[in-house]
């Protein structure tokens, strides 16, 4: 039903920048809720930043001040601005959709989200 191909992954060093863009379908960014997690190796994927439908953002604490989602109604994408990594910013980054419309609040829980793209890879080095 929708469809999200993310990109901007790499390597990085420590204290540097990368920009992440979530490109979805059928207008799912200002139809559902949207979603940025990661998930480290033997980690449990979490949440990182999301936007209610197209409205609202949220930023978990481990990234507040240091990465910004934003988002381009007009081309359906997200995108997640991240300045000042850090080691332990290294995981898979993936985009993801909720639709659920029972849901008041932006929901933080990878259950909560049907779609998923593929996840980019974003390393930091120390």
């Known amino acids: 039903q929708v469809q999200l191909v993310e990109s901007g992954g790499g390597l990085v060093q420590a204290g540097g920048s990368l920009r992440l863009s979530c490109a979805a379908s059928?207008?799912?960014?200002?139809?559902?809720?949207m979603g940025w997690f990661r998930q480290a190796p033997a980690k449990e994927r979490e949440f990182v930043a999301g936007m209610r439908r197209g409205g609202d953002a949220y930023h978990a604490d481990s990234v507040k001040g240091r990465f910004t989602i934003s988002g381009d109604n007009a081309k359906n994408t997200v995108f997640l601005q991240m300045n000042s990594l850090k080691p332990e910013d290294t995981a898979v980054y993936y985009c993801?959709?909720?639709?659920?419309?029972?849901?008041?609040?932006?929901?933080?829980?990878?259950?909560?989200?049907?779609?998923w793209g593929q996840g980019t890879q974003v390393t930091v080095s120390s």
């Open positions: 993801a959709v909720s639709v659920l419309s029972s849901s008041v609040v932006l929901p933080t829980t990878p259950t909560a989200y049907s779609f």
């Open positions: 059928g207008g799912a960014f200002s139809r559902y809720d």
